[in-house]
């Protein structure tokens, strides 16, 4: 699309050959004679560059330059002026002129003058809309969510994106673990360096120390060449150590080395390699009763566990339902699908076993099945609509007008805690969840020990 470009002068001839040398090389020219004339054309068709006498009668040169930068400050404004007044030049360059031309001006020198301001103004543009990207993603436009839980995780974020902490994310499966480390990456310096990510959970006991340090060609049978790990991969970056409770004990004693010196040692070889790299891991699983049980290392975890961050399941922060929803409508192809009230009622009141993957995934399958752009409750599967109706074992008696979810809930944490003496990792292993998951749910209803029964 060729760059609009407006011409002020009082003189006409001037003004024409102008019109006409800036049209030869493919720009869309507006002309207008007079100061007043030119803002009424600047208002109207916000060209990409100005070119503007500085001596005219009415609204000078001087103060169109004024106006224009005062309201489009990204406009660039080229200054005409005659030939021995430098000094006039010099001043409508402090007020924000971009260069000046000075009459009689020879051809050549015009179009060069035209095609830099050009090219500089697309350059500002480009860098202004990578901003405009790079300041979306570091507002977690994928973390989607209005509930406190949500709120206070993208408040821990902001504040220590930037630091070299390494950062521990807690949640169940299916929260966004991997989308909470990515939003720290992104947020940080290390922005245009690698984010590397690697399930510890995924890579059998006999590869994983390969795949984290790399190895030497002989290392092992199979070793025909060297090989870079992740923490190599992601110098630099972003290390995302994703189900790090799974991590073989033997291996974490050169975890803890790797994060503690910043060097890894490659299998097979004996010289260190100095890296720069942050690390986030995460974990669905319990650490603290892996500490006791003997299958995780304290010292490696308090090293991982700098910055701990939780992320509520989604049964925590229903009121983030309608949002996403939503969001995850547009993503797979149905910006124009709404749910009718009675399914977002059915929607929210399920407890999300599978948290926000499992909401992905059904509201792909909606799209694929169903008969309008209205999403109706005899579309969800029978297990939401089932998991809605409250028909379960028995073990509640809920008054027939209904009862407070979040009271419910402090009722029972408090409950397990008075059956077990107050011992939260027993009182966390009598409600089937890790004991950070209890603390959190202590915090979030502020239980206290002073609220023990005598």
């Known amino acids: 699309m060729a760059a609009k470009i407006l011409i002020v002068d009082d003189d006409t001839s001037l003004r024409r050959v102008l019109e006409y040398n800036l049209q030869e090389e493919g720009y869309e020219v507006l002309a207008a004679a007079s100061g007043e004339e030119g803002l009424r054309l600047f208002a109207a068709h ?30 660039l404004v080229i200054v005409i002026t005659a ?38 103004r697309g350059l ?19 973390i989607i969510g209005i509930s406190r839980g949500v709120a206070k995780v993208l408040d821990v974020v902001r504040k220590v994106a930037d630091s070299d902490a390494t950062v521990l994310i807690t949640g169940e499966s299916g929260t966004g673990k991997e989308l909470v480390a990515k ?7 290390r922005r245009s360096a690698p984010f590397v990510a690697i399930n510890c959970a995924a890579i059998p006991r006999d590869l994983l120390e390969s795949e984290l340090f790399g190895h030497l060609k002989g290392a092992f049978t199979g070793a025909v060449r060297d090989k870079q790990g992740k923490f190599q991969q992601a110098d630099g970056g972003t290390l995302f150590l994703d189900e790090v409770g799974e991590l073989p004990v033997e291996l974490q004693p050169k975890l803890l080395r790797a994060l503690q010196e910043r060097e890894v040692e490659p299998v ?19 650490l603290e009763e892996a500490i006791v049980a003997g299958t995780f ?18 049964r925590e922060r229903r009121e983030d339902i309608p949002l996403l929803l939503r969001h995850f409508a547009v993503k797979h192809g149905g910006a124009g699908v709404t749910f009718a009230p009675e399914a977002l009622a059915v929607l929210q009141a399920y407890v999300w076993p599978g948290n926000i993957r499992e909401l992905e995934n059904m509201v792909e399958r909606l799209l694929l099945m169903r008969n309008g752009d209205i999403i109706r409750v005899d579309e969800l599967s029978d297990k939401i609509r089932v998991g809605k109706s409250g028909k379960g074992t028995g073990v509640l008696n809920l008054p027939a007008e209904g009862y407070s979810l979040e009271q419910l809930e402090r009722e029972i944490v408090l409950e397990a805690l008075e059956r077990t003496g107050w011992n939260q990792t027993a009182a966390a292993r009598f409600l089937r969840i890790p004991r950070h998951v209890l603390i959190y749910r202590m915090e979030k209803y502020d239980i206290k020990p002073q609220e023990r029964k005598k």
């Open 46 to 75: 916000s060209p990409a560059l100005v070119i503007t006498d500085l001596k005219m009668p009415g609204i000078s040169g001087f103060q169109l330059l004024e106006t224009v930068k005062k309201q489009s400050p990204e406009t």
């Open 83 to 120: 030939f021995g007044a430098i000094e006039t030049a010099v001043e409508a360059m402090k007020l924000g002129a971009y260069d000046y031309i000075t009459k009689p001006f020879n051809r050549d020198a015009l179009k060069l003058v035209v095609r830099k301001a050009v090219e500089h």
């Open 124 to 142: 500002s543009q480009e860098n202004l809309r990578l901003k405009a990207e790079l300041t979306e993603r570091a507002d977690f436009h994928n």
């Open 183 to 189: 939003a720290l990456h992104v947020a940080s310096s």
């Open 268 to 286: 097979g070889g004996s010289v260190v390699q100095k890296l720069d790299v942050r690390v986030v891991a995460a974990t669905n699983s319990d």
């Open 297 to 314: 290392r304290e010292d490696l975890y308090y090293r991982l566990a700098v910055i701990p961050v939780h992320l509520p399941p989604l």
